[in-house]
């Protein structure tokens, strides 16, 4: 186990699916899926509600095996890791994760430093500043003795992020990050994604904004009834004809420029 | 689910010891004079509860082993029909058909068309229902005094129009307790005891009826102070007080005078160290309190003073 | 830094130590306590005969045996089950995420009066006093409750929490159902089975302890050195084991080791109740959720609480005793009506 974590130290790392399907009740959630989340890039998943974005989410932390297929961690298969292997790999933030409610701010990020534990889990020195620092670069340090209960929805929401940076990890993967956060929060957190990716990680997110996912991220993954209907840059994704296929809508798109990047506007039948 | 049964299980644990304690405190009417020819009389039992009889019984169920004996013991055996299972003397119980005991089953004993009933301690509710359904129905608790077995002789035997059987039957084991008593008549003090019920060390206390043998052979009961009639000692106690026998009355359950020695703790037991380990084969006639309770204060007092008893 | 840096090491090893140092008075306390008038210059003077191995102590063969052949197993026994039964239920509390869950939860109670009851009414009566018979009897018939449930819930097809506690439920309703059909049927010779039904520690013996500690110990490792995944356990499945943890294995590990310890504890004293119960709750309300420190913590509040619940049941209305399990229950139905009525209660 050792062994390959230092393998991957000076590796890159990224998630890869190859020939993925997923079956639950006699039917395809995912069909044949091929496609990597590259590192130093943040990756968009988009789709329809039922596409299938959840289960691709946790197909790519390993928590769902594969029906047919295999998704790899750099080129090691998923499934030949270990929970904590993976754990030390890959930091995933749920859409809504239960944290009970008295359960401290900074006690729920620490749980994020369990796989770095020893064998009582007794943190040390270096979990205390792993939590510490997580904590600054999410801005809520000054929540961090207050319980979970008394949060907004917001704020929980950046501790849940702060919890997979305190993981140390060089893999996120994300549902709705942004979800029910202010302006200014929702551009400190897809700062702080940039930032990492321009670290080196390799970054998924999960969203319902287009618009995010163009303003934001490198790269898009268009899901469409169980496969992959196209995937690439926001330019080559965000056309009229894929949104029509997908969301049913017609848009007007204003193509990318020095000042803003590309922007769909959905137009209303008139 | 489990707190509730065992709450339940405890409700009927402590109505069964506590049943030993209560016998019946109402009194006898002894002046219901209605001669033995003369029907319909009217009787009062020893609860109180007054019943009308327009004939001698000729069905009778008992679920009662010690009335059992009684009736048998007067000379009313050829009424008796149906028994409980526990009912096991005299000899003619062995054909008489078995009601059960705990789970007595009244359609059951609708089927024998009985005329009268007698039930003991723990069978209030069917004594009610029986007595709903129109059948005289007499609860006889456990007798905790050798005189209220008497008045429990003398009911029978008014009921059963056998009074002057039942008066004989008073008078021989009147005869026959004096005649233990006036034995031990020069013992002062007799040795202290410890009976065992139940090797999780139960015993006896004062007010019930086995600690009331125990008393009238002059035998210092170590449980003589306990609060109820069915106490669980603690191996402590039982060590400090340091009796000088031990009657057990659980052979059962395996236990003899060899098992006990070999108790952790228990060799520092004067009745261990001096052998003085008594078992009591014949539980029965020592812990029902019916016509036989001579016999067994005559069983007791053979095994504790064998010089005076042969 | 100065955020971050905790005392809490600090804090759960004086917590700790003072634990102990409760449990270790009032451990001294009960040997002298019972029946017979022993002083402690009495005792003291026979622990030293037993270290040194002379006895140049003039100290009668009664108080001797007493202390050593009584009251030491009483205490060592109150220890080591009520530690026990604490431990496994901090453990079920954590691993159902209940703080109402208790290590009978899942019929280890039930399994073992129906094994008590059938052997009461079996033709082996005759053993029942004697020998190992009947604790082995409650430990196998626990332990193979336990087994069924699980066994039970696989077949529903997850080891989670639902179809553990159902199958638990289950079991234990028909147990229990059986159990009282028997006490009902048997008259005079189910007498026993109360004896055992309320537990007590009447009739220990040392050769009880050392037959039922092997199994407290193992499983007691097992949640000494695992125990700190509960913290983990409290988030849902899915946050545990992306955090690292392989839930299903740990859950079923865990379950095992607790069972394993209430198992032995029945064994040992028969039913003890509302121990597992409220010592984890109450830790819980002082020191908070942090399992690291609860499970121990725990352990050794309910190894003080059984000697002392024990020492009430052995003297308060000498010379007779009410068996232990009766004592726990008048203390812990006021408990959960105090509860009822503070704030400080947990939200599940």
């Known amino acids: ?270 | 689910m489990f707190r509730f049964t065992t709450a339940v299980i405890v409700i009927i644990f402590s109505l069964f010891v506590t049943s030993g304690c209560f016998g019946s405190n109402s009194t006898f009417d002894s002046n219901s004079k209605t001669p033995s020819t003369g029907f319909p009389k009217t009787v009062t039992d020893l609860a109180g509860f007054s019943f009308v009889i327009n004939e001698t019984p000729q069905n009778v169920l008992s679920i009662s082993p010690a009335a059992t004996e009684i009736l048998f013991a007067i000379g009313a055996g050829n009424s008796v029909v149906a028994i409980d299972s526990h009912s096991n003397f005299p000899n003619q119980t062995e054909n008489l058909p078995k009601l059960g005991f705990q789970d007595v089953n009244t359609e059951v004993i609708m089927s024998y068309e009985p005329d009268f009933i007698i039930t003991t301690g723990g069978h209030e509710d069917l004594t009610q229902q029986l007595r709903t359904l129109g059948i005289t129905t007499v609860l006889l608790d456990g007798a905790v005094s050798i005189n209220e077995i008497y008045l429990q002789i003398s009911l029978l035997g008014e009921i059963m129009a056998l009074e002057n059987n039942a008066q004989v039957l008073i008078t021989d084991m009147g005869k026959q307790i004096s005649t233990i008593e006036k034995k031990l008549e020069n013992v002062d003090n007799g040795p202290s005891v410890y009976f065992e019920l139940d090797p999780g060390l139960w015993t006896v206390g004062s007010n019930s009826f086995i600690g009331e043998l125990l008393s009238i052979l002059k035998l210092r009961n170590i449980a003589a102070n306990s609060a109820t009639a069915y106490p669980q000692l603690n191996l402590e106690s039982i060590v400090t007080e340091n009796p000088d026998i031990i009657l057990l009355a659980d052979f059962q359950y395996g236990e003899n005078s060899e098992s006990v020695k070999t108790r952790p703790g228990w060799e520092l037991i004067s009745a261990v160290q001096n052998n003085q380990i008594l078992e009591i084969i014949d539980a029965d006639i020592v812990s029902r309190p019916g016509p036989r309770v001579g016999n067994g204060l005559q069983l007791i007092a053979k095994l504790i003073y064998p010089d005076i008893f042969d | 830094m100065k955020y971050m840096f905790n005392n809490s090491t600090n804090k759960s090893f004086f917590s700790l130590t003072a634990a102990l140092a409760i449990l270790i008075i009032v451990s001294i306390f009960s040997l002298s306590q019972g029946y017979a008038d022993i002083h402690f210059g009495t005792i003291g003077k026979i622990f030293l005969e037993i270290i040194s191995g002379n006895e140049h102590y003039n100290i009668s063969d009664s108080s001797k045996l007493i202390i050593t052949e009584i009251r030491l197993p009483r205490l060592v026994a109150s220890i080591i089950v009520g530690g026990a039964l604490a431990y496994s239920g901090a453990t079920y509390q954590g691993i159902f995420r209940n703080p109402l869950a208790d290590p009978f939860l899942l019929g280890i109670a039930s399994g073992a009066s129906l094994g008590i009851a059938l052997l009461v009414i079996s033709p082996w009566q005759q053993n029942l006093y004697v020998g190992i018979l009947t604790p082995l009897v409650a430990f196998v018939s626990s332990g193979l409750t336990i087994v069924v449930v699980l066994f039970l819930a696989r077949k529903a097809g997850k080891f989670d929490n639902y179809s553990i506690i159902l199958a638990g439920v289950a079991l234990s309703s028909i147990f229990s159902a059986f159990t009282s059909f028997i006490l009902l049927t048997g008259g005079e010779n189910a007498r026993p089975i109360f004896g055992f039904l309320f537990g007590g520690f009447n009739t220990i013996t040392w050769l009880k302890i050392f037959l039922g500690t092997p199994y407290v110990l193992m499983g007691g490792m097992t949640i000494f050195f695992l125990g700190h995944r509960l913290n983990l356990l409290q988030l849902d499945d899915d946050q545990a084991q992306n955090l690292g943890l392989n839930v299903e294995k740990t859950r079923i590990i865990l379950l095992a080791a607790a069972s394993l310890i209430a198992a032995a504890a029945v064994a040992m004293a028969g039913i003890i109740g509302f121990v597992g119960l409220i010592i984890p709750h109450m830790i819980r309300l002082i020191v908070g959720s942090d399992y690291r420190l609860l499970l121990p913590l725990s352990a050794i509040f309910g190894a003080t609480f059984v000697v002392i619940t024990d020492v009430i049941a052995r003297t308060i209305i000498e010379p007779q005793e009410i068996p232990v399990g009766i004592v726990t229950a008048m203390v812990g139905g006021p408990f959960f009506i105090w509860l009822l009525s503070s704030q400080k209660r947990i939200s599940m």
């Not at chain 1, 990597?36 to 890039?41: L, P, Q, Y």
């Not at chain 1, 994760?97 to 359960?103: I, K, L, N, R, Y």
């Open chain 1, 1 to 270: 186990m050792i062994a390959k974590y230092f393998m991957f130290k000076d590796s890159k790392k990224f998630i890869e699916f190859r020939n993925v399907s997923f079956k639950f009740a006699d039917r395809f959630i995912l069909k044949d899926i091929s496609t990597t989340i590259n590192s130093g890039k943040v990756t968009a998943l988009i789709g329809r509600n039922g596409a299938g974005k959840t289960t691709f989410l946790k197909l790519s932390s390993g928590i769902l095996k594969p029906s047919n297929g295999d998704v790899f961690l750099g080129d090691i298969s998923l499934s030949n890791m270990t929970s904590k292997e993976r754990a030390l790999n890959i930091g995933v933030v749920q859409q809504l994760p239960f944290a009970p409610d008295e359960m401290k701010v900074r006690d729920l990020v620490m749980l994020g430093r369990y796989p770095h534990l020893g064998l009582f889990a007794q943190e040390s020195k270096q979990d205390m500043i792993a939590v510490e620092d997580a904590l600054k670069k999410v801005e809520c340090l000054s929540l961090a003795f207050r319980t979970m209960g008394s949060l907004s929805g917001g704020e929980k929401r950046k501790i849940f992020i702060a919890r997979a940076l305190a993981q140390n990890v060089d893999i996120f993967l994300m549902d709705e990050p942004t979800a029910n956060l202010d302006l200014d929060a929702q551009l400190n957190i897809f700062a702080l994604l940039q930032k990492l990716a321009s670290e080196g990680a390799a970054i998924l997110v999960v969203l319902h904004d287009v618009n995010q996912a163009s303003i934001y991220c490198d790269d898009i993954i268009l899901l469409h009834e169980s496969s992959i209907l196209t995937e690439g840059t926001p330019d080559q994704v965000l056309t009229k004809k894929y949104l029509y296929d997908v969301f049913g809508v017609k848009t007007t798109i204003i193509p990318a420029n020095d000042k803003f990047p590309r922007l769909v506007i959905p137009l209303t039948d008139s």
